[in-house]
């Protein structure tokens, strides 16, 4: 079978080799015939050799068809389609230890492949009419807004919402909110995503290049009240306007470190908010199934920015690299 894996050099190294079937699957597992995968910031650590592994095979998203499952499953059949999970044995409850040392892609190996043999407990079925491109958007980038958002910020009808950038976790916590009746502000560099943001329903949009204190233009817009949540992928960079941004007792969730690993934290600014400031990572396995569950409902689909063929993913990540994306990348076999 086909797959992508790591080796020395970054993305120039990444290597489309043959690999052994896996063959069928034993007692609680299921055999995967899978045929998309979708970009992640992580991922792009992995294979341009910021995290270093060699004959790592790619990818922890994957979406595909169930082939086979072994004797004692019986949530799945031959026929359903899955999707994976980033932390494969989440299942419920707080979050476990243990950092990245089995996320696919990662500690293990990943859904660049044809063919996987995991446990039944390391996927979920995937939205109902979603495309397996579509489908595996969800286990990181959606699972982690739909966390941040409802699982965490308890989202209602009528709240506000802050998304920075444009990127996958943003749009999709742009759709999710507006799904649910919040009011959206998303920031972008590019007037021209700003202007596709408001298609999809974000109600105020700034451009931080242009205005330094988009945080206190965002307050502004709420008439000095405060967004009730703010979804932080920037980081050390983005925080302080993050917290003028937000109101007295809301949430920031913080997903991710664009701007870098280490910088100051506005504690002072913080504190007078009274806000709650919560670093998370993706997911359970039961919070995957709930969001699966609200997206069966048919509310939204999400926002594939382009779709590469496997053979190209590492053109694929230099695109993610270039910053031109909306939404999501896909790659598809």
């Not at 970054?10 to 043959?18: E, F, I, N, P, Y």
């Not at 063919?115 to 286990?139: D, M, N, Q, W």
């Not at 689909?301 to 496997?310: C, M, Q, S």
Request: some cysteine; glycine content about 14%; aromatic content about 8%.
């Amino acid at each position: 079978m086909k797959a992508i894996v790591t080796a020395p050099g970054g993305l120039d190294a990444l290597k489309l080799v043959d690999l052994p079937d896996p063959g069928r699957p034993g007692p609680g597992e299921i055999r995967v015939a899978l045929h998309g995968s979708s970009l992640n910031f992580h991922d792009l650590g992995v294979a341009s050799g910021r995290t270093p592994t060699d004959g790592r095979i790619l990818m922890a998203d994957g979406a595909g068809v169930v082939q086979e499952v072994g004797e004692g499953v019986t949530e799945f059949r031959p026929g359903n389609h899955v999707v994976s999970c980033f932390f494969p044995d989440w299942q419920d409850g707080p979050p476990p230890s243990g950092g990245f040392s089995r996320v696919p892609g990662d500690g293990i190996d990943g859904f660049a492949v044809e063919y996987a043999v995991r446990p039944a407990t390391a996927f979920t079925l995937a939205p109902k009419g979603f495309s397996h491109v579509e489908a595996a958007t969800i286990t990181t980038a959606g699972l982690t807004a739909w966390r941040a958002l409802v699982e965490i910020g308890r989202l209602k009808a009528g709240d506000t919402v802050l998304a920075l950038g444009t990127g996958g976790v943003s749009i999709y916590a742009l759709q999710i909110a507006r799904a649910m009746g919040a009011r959206v502000a998303i920031t972008s560099s590019s007037d021209e995503k700003l202007e596709r943001a408001k298609e999809l329903g974000a109600e105020f949009t700034v451009n931080y290049k242009e205005h330094a204190d988009w945080g206190k233009k965002v307050f502004d817009w709420t008439d000095g009240r405060g967004v009730d949540h703010v979804v932080e992928v920037g980081g050390p960079g983005t925080l302080a306007q993050s917290i003028q941004a937000v109101r007295m007792g809301g949430s920031i969730t913080m997903i991710g470190v664009l701007t870098g690993i280490r910088g100051e934290v506005p504690t002072a600014a913080l504190a007078s908010r009274q806000a709650t400031l919560s670093g998370i990572l993706v997911g359970s396995r039961r919070q995957q199934q709930d969001f699966v569950r609200a997206l069966d409902c048919g509310l939204f689909r999400p926002v594939i920015d382009k779709v590469f063929p496997l053979e190209k993913l590492a053109d694929a990540f230099r695109y993610e690299m270039s910053g031109g994306h909306f939404g999501k990348i896909g790659v598809e076999w």
